[in-house]
């Protein structure tokens, strides 16, 4: 079966659809009908998959002389990537449901978003990928610069030229991979045939360290997603920082596995200044969706602390971290976005009381938080005690120190419950209206589902994500 | 019977052809005919000139662009001077000796001379009289350096030949002449005040059209003395390329006025386009120039025009002026934006693949610190690209100006220089498959 319509068909919808619907109205149901077709596309393909390896989608627009051939390839690990932004296209469309500026273009931004990130995960050329990872910075330049808050010209401008710049490394990375090897399929190409692997390697490494990102390269991400609007900082942190974390798996790790073991300690080391860097600054944040920033971050340092471990446990675990991070950081987002609509203030002093008066919203809240510091019973905890484990076997028992990451993250949660979600109800809380629109109460109610599931439950997960690293790695070990 | 022969006949003929749309109409005639004569292979019929199958496809595309140009012109006098651009520029693209490069060369200038010499204001005449006393000084230029090639006792009616060191000193003499015309630093400064101040359908031929046919024309002429001479050459191109896209990116970025950062951006492709010539050796040279090429003259031709369709003073236009553009006037907006896009360099437009091909050459050429700085350029490019959108879709409507809106046949102009950048960024196959 043919599958580069599920990219190319939502680009070329989001203009069609754009046109009759902007004064009709009803592109909100369109782009819901299309996610939830892609979503079911993909399980399909996920049934279809081998045990190992790729399954060939296909080759397309095939130009030999520069071998410029969409060729669309998938493996576990992308089409789990594939289910994990379907299902966030489907919750973040319902948590959409009542945007009142210019919802047409909004939803058609979506829809072109879903075709360009869906080529990001199936294209095994180095060329079309790099080609769909940029796409994917139009429409979210767009949905930021916008939709968003105040400073939102700013951060929207800033994401894009910060992200585009990396980008340039990556780009000169495929390059000379190509010079060196005469292919862009990144399936047929091996390290031992690189001329220069290590340039390689740091470029690519920069470049997706960016998009992930890591400490120092992370200073565009607190401005877009504070200034996004809720849903799209839910995407930005569920869909665009993973592309850059898978990215960092398929390419930086699996492609060149002797200079990402002989690098290794590069990985952790920003990833712990990550985790620790991020982890203080949403300590000392009063800022509700700057805090759910800042920990979002510091979750994508401990990532980072899973792939420099480097073995099939840790991989495991860093994909598996991956979709947690994602499910229970859009809430986070969602919610803080919904509060600062009602509320018209960011200020979590000057907030408290909600649970008085948004019980089962609050109560949403709390379990994401709870998930987001590890608490058992929730993915949060699953992920992190898998992270711990691979990380000590790795590196040593010292790594104990990202137990110290969790400390730090459970005391900004619980300081932040207790300014915003419990205490004395304050004055704009009381003079919000709190109640939400079913769809997006529906989209909570869906990720609060998942975050439970999921962690009391997580070994169908766990055995996919397996799946997708045993090829690489000659071992019987699961988790 | 060629294209140069019914575009040069249709261009004497159409003086006497007083009504605009039967002018119009046959003058889209002539350059469908001349279209259709290029693909069939069939050359200027005079001794050294020849068609390859990379110059017909440019030639194609070019008769496109200027019919999209010929929709657009509203004065029958420009819609006549377009159809010599075409004349003068199939003669250049199709010489094969120095004799005729010269000749055609300066055949080009002469009608853009007189394109641009139909003055309507002060702002127009200065634009003009810069471009005419930079040509003059640029012939003067290539003529010299023509004259010392002959001195060393190479003929001139044949293929450049290997040089000596008087020879190589000629041509050089001569590439500065062109380099000149082609807006390269450190003798750019000529051009951002000409394009940004002439008409801008004046300025969307010149710094679209001709511009690229002549950097075609150069680089199909001069590569094998720049081959010959490799290593003494390429430091020299390489820091005038570098130096040429970095000043023009940086200027654009600190303007103000949009025909401004149009024209710097100019200067900035300029400094891409030299790349190929950096990158001689590399057997993607020659497709990255004329990819490029291709990608260039739909994109700018289509801004330069939409700039003249915003506003009448269009040299006036600032990036304020822009602002609520989105909400105003949506189709004029979206085609500026993906036009914009394209000349940044985002992917599935012309602009991209385009640019990812020249690079290549480059690091194809062992030369990939130079690749990195291009593409630190190219990023570098985006900022002042996203800064015209920013004005255009996120800011709020501030126009102290009547929108002119776009009328059919200049829509149909834009829609078919779109449809240009779009299929060329999509559909590479025909570029990849041919030499200049």
């Known amino acids: 079966m043919s599958y580069e319509y599920l990219i190319f068909a939502p680009i070329a919808l989001s203009l069609f659809v754009y046109l009759p619907t902007r004064n009709l109205g009803g592109t909100k149901y369109v782009a819901l009908a299309l996610f939830i077709y892609m979503f079911t596309q993909t399980i399909e393909l996920y049934k279809q998959l081998p045990a190992h390896g790729y399954m060939s989608l296909g080759k397309f627009l095939d130009v030999r002389a520069f071998d410029f051939v969409l ?9 789990i990537m594939l289910l994990l932004t379907s299902v966030l296209l489907i919750l973040v469309t319902l948590s959409s449901w009542s945007l009142a500026k210019k919802p047409a273009a909004y939803f058609s931004l979506l829809i072109f978003f879903s075709g360009a990130i869906f080529g990001v995960f199936t294209s095994t050329n180095f060329l079309w990928f790099f080609i769909f990872w940029e796409l994917t910075l139009i429409p979210m330049l767009f949905l930021v610069g916008i939709w968003g808050a105040e400073g939102r010209v700013y951060a929207a401008i800033k994401f894009f030229l910060y992200t585009h710049a990396a980008s340039m490394l990556i780009l000169l990375a495929f390059f000379l991979i190509y010079k060196q090897t005469g292919t862009f399929d990144m399936t047929l190409v091996k390290e031992a045939t690189l001329a220069t692997p290590a340039l390689i390697w740091w470029l690519m490494f920069v470049g997706f360290a960016v998009k992930m990102p890591l400490f120092p390269f992370h200073t565009w991400l607190p401005d877009a997603h504070v200034q996004a609007p809720a ?139 709870l998930g987001a510091l590890g608490l058992p019973g929730t993915m949060g905890f699953i992920g992190e005690i898998a992270i711990l484990i691979s990380a000590i076997e790795g590196f040593g028992a010292w790594m104990v120190v990202i137990l110290i990451g969790s400390l730090i993250s459970a005391s900004y949660l619980v300081w932040t419950f207790r300014r915003v979600i419990y205490g004395e109800i304050g004055e704009k809380v009381a003079n919000a209206d709190l109640s939400m629109n079913k769809a997006e109460f529906f989209s909570l109610l869906i990720f609060a589902t998942l975050i439970i599931l999921f962690g009391v439950y997580p070994q169908p997960l766990f055995e996919a994500i397996n799946q997708a690293f045993s090829l690489y790695f000659n071992t019987g070990a699961t988790l | 019977m060629s294209a140069f022969t019914i575009l040069f006949a249709f261009g004497v003929i159409s003086f006497a052809i007083r009504s605009k749309l039967a002018l119009k109409f046959s003058s889209l005639a002539a350059l469908v005919a001349a279209g259709y004569l290029t693909l069939n292979a069939y050359p200027l019929p005079l001794n050294g000139f020849s068609l390859t199958a990379g110059v017909a496809l440019f030639e194609v595309v ?55 010499a139909n003055i309507k204001n002060a702002t127009e005449a200065s634009g003009a009289v810069k471009m005419f006393i930079a040509g003059s000084i640029a012939t003067a230029f290539i003529v010299l350096g023509a004259a010392f090639y002959l001195f060393e006792g190479h003929p001139l009616n044949a293929p450049l030949q290997n040089v000596a060191a ?26 951002a005040d000409s394009y940004a101040q002439i008409k801008p359908s004046h300025a969307a031929l010149l710094s679209g059209a001709a511009k690229t046919v002549a950097a075609l024309a150069v680089f199909k002429t001069f590569s094998p003395f720049l081959l010959q001479n490799l290593e003494l050459n390429a430091p020299i191109l390489i820091g005038l390329s570098i130096l040429t896209m970095t000043l023009g990116n940086f200027l654009a970025l600190f303007s103000k006025k949009v025909s401004k950062i149009l024209a710097y951006s100019s200067i900035a492709h300029a400094g891409y386009m030299l790349l190929a010539f950096v990158a001689v050796k590399s057997g993607y040279a020659s497709t990255g120039l004329l990819y490029v090429a291709i990608a260039y003259v739909f994109t700018q031709s289509a801004l330069f025009t939409l700039l003249g369709n915003l506003r009448k003073d269009a040299s006036e236009l600032t990036l304020e002026d822009l602002k609520g553009l989105g909400s105003k006037d949506k189709v004029t907006a979206l085609i500026f934006t993906v036009q914009l896009f394209s ?50 879709y996120f800011d709020d409507a501030t126009l102290a100006y009547d929108l002119k809106g776009l009328k059919a046949a200049p829509l149909l102009a834009q829609l078919v220089l779109l449809g240009g950048t779009i299929y060329f960024g999509v559909f590479a196959f025909g570029v990849f498959d041919v030499v200049l």
């Open chain 1, 71 to 79: 060729t669309l390839q998938v493996d576990r690990l992308s089409v």
């Open chain 1, 231 to 369: 849903p799209i900082s839910a995407l930005l942190a569920g869909v665009l920082l993973k592309m850059g974390a898978y990215a960092m798996i398929r390419m930086v790790i699996l492609l060149l596995p002797v200079q990402a073991e002989k690098y290794a300690w590069i990985f952790l080391v920003l990833g712990l200044l990550t985790l620790f860097f991020a982890g203080f600054m949403a300590l000392y944040e009063t800022h509700v969706k700057k805090m759910v920033a800042y920990s979002s971050i510091s979750h994508m340092g401990l990532i980072a602390v899973a792939m420099g471990a480097m073995s099939y446990a840790s991989l495991s675990a860093a994909l598996f971290e991956m979709i947690g991070h994602a499910l229970i950081i859009s809430p986070l987002f969602l919610i803080a976005g919904f509060l600062h609509q009602k509320t018209h203030t960011w200020e979590m002093g000057d907030m408290g009381g909600v649970m008085q008066k948004a019980p089962y919203l609050s109560a949403i809240f709390v379990l994401a938080g």
């Open chain 2, 62 to 116: 070019l008769f496109i662009v200027l019919g999209a140009a010929v929709l657009n012109e509203d004065e029958n006098v420009s819609v006549t001077q377009t159809i010599f651009i075409g004349a003068a520029s199939v003669a250049l693209l199709e010489s094969a000796t120095l004799l005729n490069f010269v000749i055609s060369f300066e055949a080009l200038s002469i009608v853009s001379f007189v394109l641009v």
């Open chain 2, 166 to 191: 008087f020879g190589s000193v000629g041509l050089w003499m001569a590439l500065t002449g062109l380099f000149y015309k082609l807006t390269i630093v450190p003798a750019h400064s000529w051009a």
């Open chain 2, 343 to 392: 000349l940044a360099g985002v992917p599935l437009l012309a602009g991209f693949i385009s640019k990812a091909v020249l690079v290549y050459a480059v690091v194809d050429a062992d030369l990939p610190i130079v690749a990195l700085l291009t593409l630190l350029n190219s990023a570098l490019s985006v900022a002042y690209y996203a800064w015209i959108v920013k004005h255009v």
